[in-house]
């Protein structure tokens, strides 16, 4: 039984004193050091090519490199996310960044060396006992290479994006470090974190929910101006690297990167339009519940029953642990592990970033937790979800770090599935009809999230991207363009809408990986036939799941669902059967609620 857990998370175990920490320093020296010497030593060519003894050597510093540069770079993202004010983090963040380009520089240059190798030679290579392991990665790297520039040119694009690309990504950071909601509560006026008030609009209270979303909206309409400068340069930035790479399709990046088809993508995306009349419904039955002739932004997360119900973190992490224990008891201990050890920064507090993520270091065989918690079932179901990730990581650790690095669609298998859990354990387990009808609720709004909201950003960015190769956008465009991909992809179904949620939303600024959104889709419905799955086999699919996870860094996701799940996921059948475990519950609602509505 886990209890008096602390809701800060220990950063000390990768560095003492935070971003004043002389250790930190003291490593990005020694790693800035290795790193030049790693790439004059690429530059040299130092052996034979065609050798399987040049591979396995050089790979063999290289992901050693690469092992140490994720430490450094998953302490400093947990130093800017726990207080978007620290200053001196960011400095630091940059100072990371700069030397992971120099390491990609030294990558490039082991890339034009793959393409030099004979093709034939080159297959004799993977067959290397040292080798194999990697083959599926070295492969990929080397097939990138070949629709990429010259080594001299894709090195500057990447010395150029630290403090070109990357750079926008720290001032709409900059911008965020500057939201302050203010509000009214018990009688006093409060300035909220943009993090404080996105945990508001779950509130039960419409008249909370309208007044945060207003102030909201208008804190976002002040940072407009420096979201879209940030928006629209990152974007140019982008564009014109596929301009000169000859790449004309926007998605053609993150597609490779995600190691996923065009068809594939288009398949899920028309047999999701195919079924978002029935997620209608339930949002025109949760109007009539709450009351309400129209059905505002505002009011999507709004909890339904006339109870909320709530968890103090001690009696979320159990519940967590004890619902993933009876698929997963593997799963279930590494989450005691993060408890226990303070994996998880969870303090409800002001100066934290918005949003949740988990990070994992190589070197401390270790993830990290950031979320923010006030006891809300939708925050259960986040911690849920960031421990699957943590979990993720684990299975693979022992794995060569280059197969270790699975695409973000895939990402998202473990811990939804997590999520997927805990949310039908709370359902279960409900104590009478009012809080069976909130759970349902609950559920059928994590499918409107990834199904409607997730879309609306996959229309907004593609578009977005369409029209910027034209040239700038300003505040005004970009707001009617979010509005109306909203319309789009909620049926209408809403009067009111976000139209700065282009500015509010961190991920269309994530430069690590673009289009960030339809992976979380993709991921929520692969993991949604994984826990059919899963409930159809018992306890014995538990090894089954954990080979899925670990092959994950080494196939593309077509063949991962062949081999692991025996699907076609280029075919609807697949993606039919995910959305009707997504929404099943969804009859059982509509029969409850249905006497009280009339």
Known sequence: ???DLELQWDLEAFFPGGSD??????????????????????????????????????????????????????????????DVNDRQAKILGGRSRQIGASYS???????????????????????????????????????????RLSTDQETLINDLSVDGYHGWNNVYNLAVSQVKIPIEEDGKSVQLSAAQAANKLTSAKREVRAEVFAKWEEAWA???????????????????????????????????????????LDTMWDTINQNKHRLVDYLGRKKKLLGLKELSWHDLAAPLGETETTMAFDEAANFVVDQVGRFSPKMATLMNTAFEGRWVEAEDRPGKRPGAFCTGTPVLNQS????????????????AHELGHAY???????????????????????????????????LNQASDEDEKVALLGDKMQRAVALLMNIHSRFLFETRFYQERKKGLLGVEGLNQMMTEAQQEAYCNALDEYHPHFWASKLHFYITGVPFYNFPYTFGFLFSAGIYA??????????????????????MKVEDLAAKHLAVDITKPGFWQSAIDVSLDGLDEFMRITESRVK
């Open 1 to 3: 039984m886990l209890k």
């Open 21 to 82: 920490s002389e250790e930190y320093r003291e490593y990005l020296d020694l790693l800035e050091a290795d790193v030049d010497d790693f790439y004059r030593e690429v530059r040299e060519l130092p052996g034979d090519p065609t050798s399987p003894g040049f591979w396995t050597g050089i790979l063999e510093k290289a992901e050693g490199i690469s092992i140490r540069l994720r430490h450094a770079g998953s302490f400093v993202s947990c130093l800017n996310a726990q």
């Open 105 to 147: 520089a030294a990558l490039t240059k082991l890339n034009e060396y793959m393409l030099n190798v004979p093709d034939a030679d080159w297959a004799r290579l993977l067959e290397a006992e040292g080798l194999q392991p990697v083959a599926f990665n070295l492969n990929e790297s080397r097939q990138r290479a070949k629709d």
């Open 222 to 264: 002040e940072a407009a101006d420096f979201c879209a400068a940030a928006l629209n340069h990152l974007a140019g930035y982008r564009l014109n690297v596929y301009r000169h790479r000859g790449w004309d399709d926007v998605l053609r990046e993150p597609l490779e990167i995600n190691r996923m088809t065009r068809g594939t």
């Open 368 to 383: 990290r937790v950031f979320m923010t918690f006030s006891g809300s079932m939708n925050n259960v179901s986040t911690l």
């Open 392 to 426: 993720h990581q684990h299975v693979m650790n022992d794995l060569p770090p280059m197969a270790q690095r699975y695409a973000m669609n895939v990402a998202e298998t473990a811990s939804t599935f997590s999520e997927m859990v805990v949310s039908d354990a709370a």
């Open 533 to 554: 799955r899963a409930l159809a086999e018992g306890p014995s699919f538990e090894n089954k799941y954990v080979n899925l996870l670990r092959d994950t860094g080494r």
